[in-house]
Protein backbone atom coordinates (compact mmCIF):
# COMPACT_ATOMS: atom_id res chain seq x y z
CA UNK A 1 0.00 0.00 0.00
CA UNK A 2 3.12 2.54 0.11
CA UNK A 3 2.72 5.70 -1.63
CA UNK A 4 -1.04 5.29 -2.52
CA UNK A 5 -2.54 8.80 -1.63
CA UNK A 6 -6.41 8.54 -1.16
CA UNK A 7 -8.74 5.51 -0.10
CA UNK A 8 -12.32 4.88 -0.07
CA UNK A 9 -13.92 2.95 1.94
CA UNK A 10 -17.94 0.88 1.32
CA UNK A 11 -20.08 -1.06 3.90
CA UNK A 12 -21.46 -4.41 1.78
CA UNK A 13 -23.70 -4.84 4.53
CA UNK A 14 -21.44 -5.84 6.98
CA UNK A 15 -18.60 -6.85 4.68
CA UNK A 16 -15.90 -3.25 4.66
CA UNK A 17 -13.94 -3.27 1.51
CA UNK A 18 -11.62 -0.38 0.98
CA UNK A 19 -10.52 0.58 -2.38
CA UNK A 20 -6.85 3.25 -2.65
CA UNK A 21 -5.33 4.68 -5.21
CA UNK A 22 -2.79 7.46 -6.15
CA UNK A 23 -6.00 9.35 -7.52
CA UNK A 24 -9.51 8.85 -6.83
CA UNK A 25 -10.32 8.62 -10.48
CA UNK A 26 -9.25 5.18 -11.11
CA UNK A 27 -11.98 3.76 -9.86
CA UNK A 28 -15.01 5.99 -10.68
CA UNK A 29 -16.55 2.57 -11.76
CA UNK A 30 -16.96 1.13 -8.12
CA UNK A 31 -18.07 4.66 -7.29
CA UNK A 32 -21.00 4.29 -9.47
CA UNK A 33 -22.00 1.22 -8.14
CA UNK A 34 -21.16 1.61 -4.71
CA UNK A 35 -21.23 5.30 -3.63
CA UNK A 36 -24.42 5.14 -1.46
CA UNK A 37 -22.21 2.50 0.50
CA UNK A 38 -19.37 4.44 1.03
CA UNK A 39 -18.97 5.15 4.61
CA UNK A 40 -16.51 7.53 6.27
CA UNK A 41 -15.93 5.65 9.95
CA UNK A 42 -15.30 2.35 8.96
CA UNK A 43 -15.09 -1.12 10.90
CA UNK A 44 -11.71 -2.24 9.76
CA UNK A 45 -12.00 -3.09 5.93
CA UNK A 46 -12.54 -7.36 5.69
CA UNK A 47 -11.18 -7.25 1.82
CA UNK A 48 -8.50 -4.52 0.74
CA UNK A 49 -8.27 -3.49 -3.17
CA UNK A 50 -5.45 -1.59 -4.34
CA UNK A 51 -5.29 0.43 -7.64
CA UNK A 52 -1.55 0.94 -8.66
CA UNK A 53 -0.77 2.80 -11.87
CA UNK A 54 2.40 1.22 -13.79
CA UNK A 55 3.64 0.11 -17.28
CA UNK A 56 4.71 -3.05 -15.50
CA UNK A 57 1.78 -5.47 -15.64
CA UNK A 58 2.22 -9.23 -14.30
CA UNK A 59 1.44 -11.17 -17.94
CA UNK A 60 2.39 -14.07 -16.90
CA UNK A 61 1.99 -15.85 -13.19
CA UNK A 62 2.37 -18.46 -12.10
CA UNK A 63 -0.68 -21.35 -12.37
CA UNK A 64 -2.96 -23.01 -14.82
CA UNK A 65 -4.83 -21.33 -17.67
CA UNK A 66 -8.39 -21.24 -16.79
CA UNK A 67 -9.77 -18.69 -19.53
CA UNK A 68 -8.32 -17.63 -22.55
CA UNK A 69 -10.56 -15.99 -24.98
CA UNK A 70 -13.20 -12.60 -25.53
CA UNK A 71 -15.96 -11.27 -22.86
CA UNK A 72 -18.51 -8.64 -24.37
CA UNK A 73 -17.62 -5.19 -24.57
CA UNK A 74 -13.70 -5.22 -22.67
CA UNK A 75 -12.08 -7.84 -25.03
CA UNK A 76 -9.66 -10.79 -24.97
CA UNK A 77 -8.25 -11.71 -21.53
CA UNK A 78 -6.75 -14.61 -20.03
CA UNK A 79 -7.88 -15.81 -16.34
CA UNK A 80 -4.47 -17.51 -14.39
CA UNK A 81 -5.79 -20.13 -11.70
CA UNK A 82 -2.60 -19.70 -9.19
CA UNK A 83 -4.47 -21.95 -6.51
CA UNK A 84 -4.14 -19.07 -3.59
CA UNK A 85 -4.15 -16.45 -5.68
CA UNK A 86 -6.73 -15.46 -9.29
CA UNK A 87 -5.14 -13.42 -11.74
CA UNK A 88 -7.21 -11.82 -14.65
CA UNK A 89 -5.01 -9.97 -17.73
CA UNK A 90 -5.94 -8.00 -19.71
CA UNK A 91 -2.82 -8.21 -22.22
CA UNK A 92 -0.88 -5.11 -22.21
CA UNK A 93 -3.74 -2.97 -20.69
CA UNK A 94 -4.42 -4.32 -16.95
CA UNK A 95 -4.68 -7.20 -14.79
CA UNK A 96 -6.10 -8.00 -11.16
CA UNK A 97 -4.81 -10.42 -8.56
CA UNK A 98 -6.86 -11.88 -6.71
CA UNK A 99 -6.25 -13.62 -3.18
CA UNK A 100 -9.32 -14.74 -1.01
CA UNK A 101 -8.12 -15.84 1.77
CA UNK A 102 -6.07 -12.98 2.39
CA UNK A 103 -8.23 -10.38 1.62
CA UNK A 104 -6.86 -8.65 -0.89
CA UNK A 105 -6.84 -7.52 -4.49
CA UNK A 106 -4.52 -5.81 -6.67
CA UNK A 107 -5.18 -3.90 -9.88
CA UNK A 108 -2.62 -3.11 -12.14
CA UNK A 109 -3.88 -0.33 -14.85
CA UNK A 110 -1.59 1.65 -17.51
CA UNK A 111 -1.40 5.51 -16.69
CA UNK A 112 -4.98 7.55 -18.20
CA UNK A 113 -6.65 4.24 -18.63
CA UNK A 114 -9.90 3.19 -17.58
CA UNK A 115 -10.16 -0.05 -15.42
CA UNK A 116 -12.72 -2.79 -17.36
CA UNK A 117 -16.34 -3.36 -16.21
CA UNK A 118 -15.28 -7.10 -16.14
CA UNK A 119 -12.05 -6.58 -13.99
CA UNK A 120 -14.07 -4.57 -11.50
CA UNK A 121 -16.78 -7.52 -11.14
CA UNK A 122 -14.49 -9.81 -10.22
CA UNK A 123 -13.01 -7.81 -7.68
CA UNK A 124 -16.50 -6.94 -6.02
CA UNK A 125 -17.46 -10.25 -6.19
CA UNK A 126 -14.30 -11.60 -4.71
CA UNK A 127 -14.97 -9.04 -2.13
CA UNK A 128 -19.03 -10.36 -1.14
CA UNK A 129 -17.26 -13.52 -1.41
CA UNK A 130 -15.06 -13.45 1.10
CA UNK A 131 -17.87 -12.25 3.55
CA UNK A 132 -19.94 -14.84 2.64
CA UNK A 133 -22.22 -13.40 0.20
CA UNK A 134 -21.98 -14.26 -3.37
CA UNK A 135 -23.35 -12.01 -6.60
CA UNK A 136 -26.29 -13.37 -8.61
CA UNK A 137 -27.43 -12.20 -11.86
CA UNK A 138 -31.32 -11.61 -10.94
CA UNK A 139 -33.74 -8.73 -10.27
CA UNK A 140 -35.25 -8.55 -6.90
CA UNK A 141 -38.51 -6.78 -5.64
CA UNK A 142 -40.33 -6.97 -2.55
CA UNK A 143 -43.71 -8.04 -2.41
CA UNK A 144 -46.78 -5.21 -1.74
CA UNK A 145 -47.21 -4.62 1.98
CA UNK A 146 -44.57 -7.01 2.77
CA UNK A 147 -40.48 -6.99 3.47
CA UNK A 148 -40.11 -9.96 1.72
CA UNK A 149 -39.33 -10.38 -1.60
CA UNK A 150 -38.80 -12.50 -5.17
CA UNK A 151 -36.03 -13.00 -7.37
CA UNK A 152 -36.26 -12.79 -11.11
CA UNK A 153 -33.57 -14.51 -13.27
CA UNK A 154 -33.35 -15.16 -16.82
CA UNK A 155 -30.15 -14.53 -19.18
CA UNK A 156 -29.52 -11.36 -20.42
CA UNK A 157 -32.22 -9.59 -22.75
CA UNK A 158 -35.38 -11.69 -21.42
CA UNK A 159 -37.12 -9.18 -20.41
CA UNK A 160 -35.96 -8.69 -16.40
CA UNK A 161 -36.10 -4.94 -16.46
CA UNK A 162 -39.45 -5.08 -18.43
CA UNK A 163 -40.94 -7.12 -16.19
CA UNK A 164 -39.52 -5.37 -12.40
CA UNK A 165 -40.44 -1.81 -13.75
CA UNK A 166 -43.94 -3.49 -14.67
CA UNK A 167 -44.17 -5.37 -11.42
CA UNK A 168 -43.26 -1.93 -9.29
CA UNK A 169 -45.89 -0.10 -11.08
CA UNK A 170 -48.23 -2.55 -9.18
CA UNK A 171 -47.02 -1.92 -5.98
CA UNK A 172 -43.70 -3.98 -6.17
CA UNK A 173 -40.81 -2.17 -4.35
CA UNK A 174 -37.76 -2.22 -6.26
CA UNK A 175 -34.14 -3.12 -5.26
CA UNK A 176 -32.77 -3.50 -8.21
CA UNK A 177 -33.60 -4.51 -11.74
CA UNK A 178 -29.99 -6.83 -12.57
CA UNK A 179 -27.90 -7.49 -9.11
CA UNK A 180 -28.56 -8.82 -6.14
CA UNK A 181 -26.52 -10.28 -3.32
CA UNK A 182 -27.43 -13.41 -1.68
CA UNK A 183 -26.39 -14.31 1.54
CA UNK A 184 -27.23 -17.55 3.68
CA UNK A 185 -27.11 -17.93 7.32
CA UNK A 186 -28.16 -20.37 9.70
CA UNK A 187 -29.30 -17.83 11.83
CA UNK A 188 -31.41 -15.56 9.45
CA UNK A 189 -31.96 -17.94 6.72
CA UNK A 190 -31.99 -16.64 3.03
CA UNK A 191 -31.96 -12.91 2.44
CA UNK A 192 -31.07 -10.64 -0.40
CA UNK A 193 -30.40 -7.13 -0.78
CA UNK A 194 -30.06 -5.14 -4.20
CA UNK A 195 -26.71 -3.56 -5.95
CA UNK A 196 -27.24 -0.07 -5.87
CA UNK A 197 -26.74 0.81 -9.27
CA UNK A 198 -28.47 2.44 -11.95
CA UNK A 199 -31.44 0.56 -14.01
CA UNK A 200 -30.45 -0.06 -17.50
CA UNK A 201 -33.62 0.91 -20.19
CA UNK A 202 -34.14 -0.32 -23.29
CA UNK A 203 -36.30 1.52 -26.42
CA UNK A 204 -38.63 -1.66 -26.03
CA UNK A 205 -39.58 -1.58 -22.73
CA UNK A 206 -40.02 2.60 -22.96
CA UNK A 207 -42.06 1.14 -25.57
CA UNK A 208 -44.03 -1.10 -23.68
CA UNK A 209 -44.39 0.86 -20.18
CA UNK A 210 -44.78 4.53 -21.40
CA UNK A 211 -44.56 5.42 -17.76
CA UNK A 212 -41.02 5.30 -17.58
CA UNK A 213 -41.04 7.96 -20.29
CA UNK A 214 -40.56 11.22 -17.26
CA UNK A 215 -37.00 9.74 -16.53
CA UNK A 216 -36.17 9.29 -19.58
CA UNK A 217 -33.53 11.19 -21.95
CA UNK A 218 -33.03 11.79 -26.03
CA UNK A 219 -29.67 9.84 -26.27
CA UNK A 220 -29.63 5.96 -26.72
CA UNK A 221 -26.48 4.26 -26.37
CA UNK A 222 -25.42 1.32 -28.69
CA UNK A 223 -27.79 -1.12 -27.46
CA UNK A 224 -30.52 0.92 -27.73
CA UNK A 225 -30.51 1.42 -23.52
CA UNK A 226 -30.39 4.46 -21.29
CA UNK A 227 -28.98 4.23 -17.38
CA UNK A 228 -31.20 5.38 -14.79
CA UNK A 229 -30.32 6.74 -11.39
CA UNK A 230 -32.65 5.19 -8.77
CA UNK A 231 -33.26 8.43 -7.28
CA UNK A 232 -35.30 9.22 -11.16
CA UNK A 233 -36.61 6.08 -11.22
CA UNK A 234 -37.81 6.87 -7.12
CA UNK A 235 -40.00 9.61 -8.70
CA UNK A 236 -42.44 7.05 -10.00
CA UNK A 237 -42.19 3.81 -8.53
CA UNK A 238 -40.66 2.44 -5.04
CA UNK A 239 -37.17 2.23 -4.48
CA UNK A 240 -36.08 0.15 -1.46
CA UNK A 241 -33.56 0.83 0.37
CA UNK A 242 -30.05 -1.05 0.70
CA UNK A 243 -31.38 -3.78 3.24
CA UNK A 244 -31.43 -7.16 4.08
CA UNK A 245 -34.56 -9.05 2.74
CA UNK A 246 -36.05 -12.57 3.53
CA UNK A 247 -36.79 -14.58 0.21
CA UNK A 248 -40.09 -15.50 -0.31
CA UNK A 249 -39.54 -16.63 -3.98
CA UNK A 250 -37.37 -17.59 -6.88
CA UNK A 251 -38.94 -16.99 -10.40
CA UNK A 252 -37.05 -17.82 -13.88
CA UNK A 253 -38.46 -15.75 -16.68
CA UNK A 254 -39.31 -16.94 -19.66
CA UNK A 255 -41.15 -15.10 -22.67
CA UNK A 256 -44.56 -16.42 -23.27
CA UNK A 257 -45.29 -18.35 -26.20
CA UNK A 258 -48.93 -17.28 -27.03
CA UNK A 259 -48.46 -13.49 -25.71
CA UNK A 260 -50.29 -14.58 -22.20
CA UNK A 261 -48.58 -14.28 -18.88
CA UNK A 262 -48.72 -17.15 -16.46
CA UNK A 263 -47.33 -18.76 -13.26
CA UNK A 264 -46.46 -22.26 -13.09
CA UNK A 265 -44.13 -24.13 -10.73
CA UNK A 266 -40.91 -25.59 -11.70
CA UNK A 267 -38.91 -28.36 -10.37
CA UNK A 268 -36.65 -26.99 -7.69
CA UNK A 269 -33.83 -29.41 -9.79
CA UNK A 270 -34.86 -27.52 -13.00
CA UNK A 271 -35.00 -23.84 -11.03
CA UNK A 272 -31.38 -24.79 -9.96
CA UNK A 273 -29.77 -25.17 -13.41
CA UNK A 274 -31.36 -22.34 -15.08
CA UNK A 275 -30.35 -20.22 -12.05
CA UNK A 276 -26.35 -21.69 -11.98
CA UNK A 277 -26.26 -21.52 -15.94
CA UNK A 278 -26.26 -17.89 -15.66
CA UNK A 279 -24.55 -17.43 -12.15
CA UNK A 280 -21.61 -20.17 -12.00
CA UNK A 281 -18.45 -20.28 -14.55
CA UNK A 282 -16.96 -23.05 -15.52
CA UNK A 283 -13.21 -22.69 -16.20
CA UNK A 284 -10.80 -25.03 -18.47
CA UNK A 285 -9.57 -25.70 -15.17
CA UNK A 286 -13.01 -26.78 -13.89
CA UNK A 287 -14.98 -24.49 -10.75
CA UNK A 288 -12.70 -22.25 -8.74
CA UNK A 289 -13.66 -21.90 -5.03
CA UNK A 290 -15.56 -19.09 -5.02
CA UNK A 291 -17.56 -20.38 -8.07
CA UNK A 292 -18.27 -23.64 -5.70
CA UNK A 293 -19.48 -21.73 -2.96
CA UNK A 294 -21.67 -19.84 -5.10
CA UNK A 295 -22.91 -23.14 -6.89
CA UNK A 296 -23.76 -24.06 -2.91
CA UNK A 297 -25.21 -21.25 -1.63
CA UNK A 298 -27.75 -21.64 -5.09
CA UNK A 299 -28.62 -24.83 -3.51
CA UNK A 300 -29.66 -23.83 -0.68
CA UNK A 301 -31.61 -20.97 -1.65
CA UNK A 302 -33.85 -23.60 -3.89
CA UNK A 303 -33.85 -25.43 -1.49
CA UNK A 304 -35.62 -23.39 1.37
CA UNK A 305 -37.97 -20.92 -1.30
CA UNK A 306 -40.65 -21.92 -3.71
CA UNK A 307 -39.66 -21.94 -7.29
CA UNK A 308 -41.39 -20.80 -10.34
CA UNK A 309 -41.58 -20.01 -13.72
CA UNK A 310 -42.91 -16.97 -15.10
CA UNK A 311 -44.05 -17.05 -18.83
CA UNK A 312 -44.09 -12.73 -19.49
CA UNK A 313 -46.72 -12.10 -22.22
CA UNK A 314 -47.86 -8.56 -24.02
CA UNK A 315 -48.50 -7.25 -20.80
CA UNK A 316 -46.13 -7.80 -17.88
CA UNK A 317 -48.02 -6.03 -15.39
CA UNK A 318 -50.55 -9.20 -15.54
CA UNK A 319 -48.08 -11.16 -13.67
CA UNK A 320 -48.73 -8.94 -10.33
CA UNK A 321 -51.39 -10.91 -9.06
CA UNK A 322 -50.17 -13.99 -9.81
CA UNK A 323 -47.27 -13.66 -7.87
CA UNK A 324 -48.84 -12.50 -4.65
CA UNK A 325 -51.67 -15.42 -5.15
CA UNK A 326 -48.79 -17.77 -5.56
CA UNK A 327 -46.12 -17.15 -2.95
CA UNK A 328 -49.76 -16.46 -0.16
CA UNK A 329 -50.22 -19.59 -0.82
CA UNK A 330 -47.37 -21.45 0.58
Known sequence: MTGLATTFH???RGQVISISASRAELWPGFD???GTLRVDEPAEPGFRIAVVETTAL???????????????????????DGGGIVHLIFPGLQSVSINADGGWAEIRVHPDAKVKWTLLMMVLDAALDAGDQHMLHTAGLTLPGSDA?????????????????ALASQGFGLCSDDVMILKVAADSG??????PRKAKIHRNTAAMLPFVAPCLGDKWDVNGE????????AEIIRIEE???RPVAGLLHLARSADAQTRLVPMARTDAMVALAADNVRTGMTGLLPSQKRRMAAIATLVKTVPTFTLEVGARPAEAAPLIRSALEQN
Open 10 to 12: YDL
Open 32 to 34: LML
Open 58 to 80: QESPAGKLAFDGEVPEDGHCRLI
Open 149 to 165: LVLIHAPSGTGKSTTSL
Open 190 to 195: TTAWGL
Open 226 to 233: QGVSLERL
Open 242 to 244: TAD
